[in-house]
């Protein structure tokens, strides 16, 4: 049995294009069976091309997980990885209306507990299992105006850290990236390229002019999908590895000024090793 075969099926969310898209495709060009969900199907034309050679690996369907409860989880998955995410205008919080704000959580944080409930018994019951969600550097710094996908952010590294304390006696890896700037379809409408929504209104066009002209000042390096994902997939299958990590030297500084110690790994690691006992 290959190491693939023995790992078991990968299910990636949100992989209709950008950071889940490029996970399909390195992990079906490392040789495991895919499968690529994603909510939007008029991304599927995309999607094949880009999956182009990879046809006998990768198994596409769709999925929006703000309606995962009917999802038939197979019962050869070996590594669940939770990257379906939105993001919308950059606006102040008081100018956010309630309804965007549990958009914000259906999507990016309680599709990823539904779709880990299901997957948790099998892998459970197989005594092995990777879990890996998809984060955000965001979360390492206060910026204005993207307080509701922080918040998601922020719940989902609390949920991360809960997660590989209580599978830690089963065999499942519980892993966490936070992605730095990546060239994806989320990020092209970000304050990396764009004016936040925030200086339409007087009392926030100031701050948010200003923090326009510090991001062009700073000229952050954008990566492709392409350059950031295969050691994005190492990190999913360091089975004795830290748990969390970022795609650039930024993210990664930023990991460790926000958690220091690999993303709080010393501290981590001893939480679970006394709970092990």
Known sequence: MSTCDAIGKVLITGAGGGIGLGLAVEFARRGFSVMALLRDTTKRAELDQALSGFEDRIEVRQ???RNAAGFQMPDDVGILINNAGVRYDYLPIEEI???EWREYF????FGMVELTQLAIPVM????RG???NINSSSLFFPLPFLAPYRATKSAMAAYSESLRSELAPFG??????FPGPVATALSAGGILHHMPAAAQFAPYAPMAKRQRENQVAADLPINDTAK????????ILDIGGVMRDGTCAMSRQGLEDWRPGQGGEPLMAGVVNSLLR
């Open 63 to 65: 999925l929006d997980v």
């Open 130 to 132: 990777i879990i890996c």
């Open 228 to 235: 950031v994902t295969p050691s994005m997939v190492d990190h």
């Open 172 to 177: 499942i890896r519980v892993a966490e990236i």
């Open 124 to 127: 459970r019951k197989a005594g």
């Open 106 to 109: 259906d999507v990016n944080f």
């Open 97 to 99: 209306g309630i309804a």
